[in-house]
């Protein structure tokens, strides 16, 4: 399934590197460097959630507009969404791990996954044409994390990861949908609202899921 997420993009500190974003200061125009040194400063692409927020996960931060680790837990705090992936690729987050066979459990660091390279020229060629891709949809999948506390497995809808790239499968936002796919986004809205107990949620939840899904 198919989720809505956000874009932005932001300058760094530090000078461009080969593949990195550039800003041409002469004509504006935004361009993938192609070399290994570069006078400019690297832009980064970053895809925004605004799903459930973990102590360190890597968050944008709406009122600076710049990019740190949160300080705490968090849910539908609108200072800050959360980054699920990046051009960045110094975005390091520590995930633990728990091997059942040995009974033990240990973290390790990985770097958050990319946008395609196909998005990434996609969003250059559309920036340059003065039409600034700020929501895409993101493909997601059910997965199984270990809980590394309860020593069990559960359930969790996550962004789709193609594990030889480390990359994210991203489509435009759609503005018609076939039978089939409306059948689909019914049963989705169904479940979804089995789930709204509290009567006074309802409308929230319905608009909510209507921004996420369409």
Known sequence: MFKRRKVVMLPTNEKAHKGDLVINPNNKQLFQFAHQNCTEVAQHLYILSDEEIKKDDWVYQTVTKEIIKSPFNCINDDRYLKVIASTDPSLIKTVNDFDFLSNQSGTRDIVLPSPSQSFIEEYVSEYNKGNKIE??????ENTFI??????ESKEQLKPKINPKDNTITIKKIKDSWTRDEVTNLCENAYDSGKYSIIHKDIEQTFDKWIETNL
């Not at 270990?146 to 020593?151: A, L, N, W």
């Open 135 to 140: 929501k895409v949809m993101v493909e997601y």
């Open 146 to 151: 270990i809980d590394s506390i309860y020593k």
